[in-house]
């Protein structure tokens, strides 16, 4: 791409006139075969300097293409609620169905700029961001989500003659902004930096088109025919891996986990009830401390086999918190609302802010336990999740967020002896469903998946807890115990 | 309900344990009943006296019935976002897909019992707050959400000695907040308040319950019934009116305006040209002016016939606006997701911060146009709609919004020069479908509709602008100084 960054191209009207309407219609019409076929959608990133017309871009590809399928998604500085969760929260928020398209402005690119444009960047901080938007269009590449960046580029010369011409008439004087007028003097340094730190984020899946952009009709056909080119391609380019490097080659080794839990432990009524009420107090006082409320937030995720009772488990944690303070969300399969989005997308919106908690009644696991086993998806699907899920997991730690995963484990006979009581008990024949009688025959499988999801997403940032639940109410303590003392640590 | 205020019942264990089995079965079944008809949902609001098991009844609720179709929607002391939009924006953003529940803490009575409770309460202030009450839930058990309250009683006595008992015992100590010990000091105050407060709010389609809660079993089964007698309504009681008496009393005078209209203004090019710069330059300035960003929003609403050009003024309008600040929405049928809510509800979604500016090319009037004229509802709900906009556009504007609507208005040989010139273009056709053809042939009743919808709803505090469009330079001029003049009004 970098090549193609040339001095200030001109169009002649006529030329462009020419091209014009055939540029539209092909616009126009591959547009179309995106919506129709939604296999994915399509994110353009608009970057570049200041005054080379990058807000245009919106109102010509809106002009150009059939605007109700565009989203502008344009983001400025974080708002509180944004500040309060990891940097790409509002971002994975914000990502269209298949068959849209979105346009982004203000982007996860602007703080890797913004440093390199500062007086003594910060090479550390750079090569961090680098990293992190490196992994994020991976991902989004792998899951279906197309993305193409472009870079609005301007000559110095250009950009002071704009300037000026601009400045000239009243009618067009307001188009200039202060900041376009300080432009010219570090122009070459805003270039030249803005350029070197997005050199490293160039990839064959998300790659950057340079637009020059002192002539506005060079820049609309160039805009044009990179999207064009976007979406004429048959499917989103694969990105060669999501994780980093060297997670990739770690071996992990896989133990039975599962198989080697004593499932004999239990817990007298009455220690349980002194227990409880003890554990329940120290939650409370943990989840009502200011600094809990100031730098961190809770998050829980509950798995384990089909009445293993984590219902119960959750209820016991829930009563000591502050209704207001906590949201459970129960994860079935997903709706077709949430399938039109890479699959964490659902688990990203309920990312919760400083001092709040999110509990899961199964969660992001469900990818490689259930879609896994049940072979809703391909093994290139699950075997990348691992990565994609520990990245997540890694930005919510990152930004203050205490993650916590139980497994809660039962035994065959057990599972058996539940399902019995269910069915018998009026109220509680609805937690009963054919698909656990049909999990249940597969038990060798999920035992498998789960080992192997522990090995790999046991992490120290986002630890696993697999707990023996053939006593319900020992499982509802260590649960409790593991919460209370990672808050502890922290507070 | 207020003579059901007794003190403290009680209920033996064994008188319990007997009707809880019933209850939970027939919850559950009530539940899935409403689920599987999904004409309506429920929400039940909780309030009441500190310390009476508020906290407590989500847990039981989530106990005894299906936890996966039910929402707990808790609300804290509003977040700067949500402090940025009229007070209901966020319990509309929270509501409820039909067939579901949702329970909800700290609802839209806080700021009325609080007031009430203080010590020298502004009785205008209550008044309004109750006036808002009664629109909110009158609009929502007309649009298919049922409404319940729960208010948690408890005798002075009662409150003093759970208090006592809680804190005897270090397992339960914490379950006493310091906000309980304080309680009782002035308990009958906040009480007889508390009660004062609601009576205006008690109604036949949103009734309250009062729940004494000193006995915790007695508690749980009058929660259970109240909940239990709600979904067993047959259907969502339906409110005598939506809109203020006053209102509904104001013969309104039916004028028609589109016919009135001159049709035959225009300007040349050059003076448009010039005139264009000029207000998008004063746009520009008031948009970025710091007293716009601190107290208002812009909401712009465009209406029209087919081919009036609403795509091409509202690129006029947003090539003076920083593409970070605006959001277009194009609104066509609703998707299934929002039909499952009140029609509002998706407008509600895109009610911008202060300093943001929302543009709907096609609006909410699609209730009173489209809706009306192809039957998709019923006269009852068309004529209902007129009140539940005002209302809407009143709290808009009531929380510093600047609320415009646009009519661009085109003549029937204009329109159809405009469609032919649309078939013949390669990259314009996609905007003329067979939907554009017939309501073509309905030109008289939609604009009977017009005329009935601009007399209805052109209000001061949200104005419709009425505007020639068969010269399209003439109309993307009137509108971007009809909101330049606005804004300037107010800066």
Excluded: C
């Excluded at 399928?69 to 990502?95: G, K, M, Q, S, V």
């Excluded at 698909?435 to 249940?440: A, I, M, P, Q």
């Amino acid at each position: 791409m970098f090549e193609e960054a040339e001095s200030d191209p001109k169009l002649s009207k006529e030329a462009f006139a020419r091209q014009e309407p055939r540029l539209r219609t092909a616009l126009l019409n591959a547009q179309y075969r995106l919506l129709n076929r939604a296999d994915r959608s399509l994110l353009i990133v608009i970057a570049g300097i200041d005054g080379a017309g990058k807000g245009d871009t919106v109102n010509l590809l809106n002009e150009w293409m059939d605007p109700r399928h565009i989203h502008t998604l344009a983001f400025d500085t974080p708002t509180p609620e944004e500040a309060e969760r990891p940097p790409l929260w509002r971002y994975w928020n914000a990502l269209p169905a298949r068959g849209r398209i979105g346009i982004v402005f203000g982007s996860w690119y602007v703080p890797l700029l913004q440093e390199a444009a500062s007086k003594r960047p910060d090479t550390t901080f750079i090569d961090q961001q680098a990293e992190l938007i490196r992994r994020f269009e991976a991902e989004l590449s792998a899951n279906g989500v197309q993305v193409i960046k472009l870079w609005y580029h301007l000559s110095a010369e250009a950009q002071a003659e704009r300037t000026q011409r601009l400045l000239a008439s009243p009618e067009t004087s307001w188009q200039v902004m202060p900041v376009d007028l300080k432009v010219p003097k570090k122009f070459h340094h805003l270039r030249d930096a803005g350029l070197a730190a997005i050199t490293h984020t160039d990839t064959a899946h998300a790659p950057w088109t340079i637009v020059p952009s002192a002539d506005e009709q060079v820049r609309q056909l160039r805009t044009a025919e990179a999207v064009l080119a976007a979406l004429r391609l048959r499917q989103v380019p694969r990105p060669a891996r999501v994780h980093k490097p060297a997670e990739s080659r770690k071996p992990v080794r896989i133990v039975d986990r599962l198989g080697k839990l004593d499932y004999k432990v239990g817990i007298d009524k009455e220690s349980y009830d002194t227990e409880l009420g003890l554990l329940q107090g120290r939650l409370a006082r943990a989840t009502r401390s200011p600094k809990f409320h100031a730098r961190h937030s809770l998050v829980l995720a509950f798995e384990g086999q089909d009445a293993a009772g984590k219902g119960g488990a959750i209820r016991r944690v829930t009563h000591a918190l502050d209704a207001r303070q906590y949201e459970i969300t129960p994860i079935s399969a997903p709706s077709a609302y949430e399938l039109s989005r890479p699959y964490l997308w659902r688990f990203w919106r309920q990312v919760p802010t400083l001092g709040r908690i999110a509990i899961f009644d199964r969660s992001w696991y469900g990818r490689v336990l259930i879609e896994r086993v049940e072979s809703l998806i391909g093994p290139a699907e699950w075997r990348r999740a691992y990565a994609e899920i520990n990245n997540f997991e890694e930005q919510l730690a990152g930004n203050g967020a205490i993650v916590l995963k139980f497994w809660l484990a039962v035994t065959p006979d057990v599972q058996l002896e539940r399902f019995h009581e269910r069915e018998r008990s009026p109220f509680k024949n609805f937690k009963i469903t054919p698909d656990d009688w049909r999990n249940r025959k597969r038990w060798k499988d999920y035992a498998s998946a789960t080992n192997e999801m522990l090995a790999r997403t046991d992490t120290h940032i986002a630890p696993w807890h697999l707990i023996s639940a053939n006593d319900k109410r020992y499982a509802r303590l260590q649960v409790l115990r593991h919460i209370v003392e990672a808050m502890e640590a922290r507070l």
